[in-house]
C-alpha cells in the first residue's frame, strides 16, 4: 500500500472513531482497521529509515573523501539528509499518535462489554 493511502485511510478511521465511541461492533472493527493502516505506516516509516542511512553515510564518505574534516562531513550530510529526517520524524508522531488512540479505543471497548456484561 501506498503511504498516502495508509495516511488518509489512518484519518478516515480515525473521523469514523469519533462517530462510534459506543458502539462496540463499529469500534471493534475501527480498531483493527486503524491498526492495519498503521502497520503500512510503520512498513513505510522503516524504508525511510534505511534510505535515511544510506543516504547520510553516503554524503559522510563524500564529504570525507573531498578533504573535509569528520564534524564538518557529519554536519554537511546532517544538512543534505534534513528532509528525509523531517518525513520519519512526522511518520513516527503519527505512528505513535495512532498507536496510542488504538489503546483508548481498546480500553473503551473493554468498558462497554463489562457495561453490557452487568446489564444483563
Do not use: C, F
Not at 44 to 64: I, P, Q, T
Amino acid at each position: 500500500m501506498e503511504i498516502e493511502q495508509a495516511i488518509n485511510g489512518w484519518i478516515d478511521t480515525r473521523k469514523r472513531l469519533e462517530k462510534n465511541w459506543s458502539q462496540p461492533i463499529k469500534l471493534s472493527d475501527i480498531m483493527l482497521k486503524m491498526s492495519t493502516y498503521l502497520s503500512y505506516i510503520g512498513d513505510h516509516l522503516g524504508l525511510l529509515k534505511e534510505k535515511y542511512e544510506a543516504e547520510r553515510a553516503k554524503s559522510y564518505m563524500e564529504h570525507l573523501q573531498a578533504g573535509k574534516s569528520a564534524s564538518n562531513s557529519e554536519n554537511l550530510a546532517r544538512v543534505e539528509t534534513a528532509e528525509i529526517r523531517g518525513q520519519i520524524n512526522k511518520l513516527e508522531l503519527t505512528l505513535k499518535n495512532g498507536q496510542n488512540l488504538v489503546s483508548v479505543g481498546q480500553s473503551r471497548l473493554r468498558v462497554l462489554e463489562n457495561e453490557a456484561r452487568v446489564q444483563i
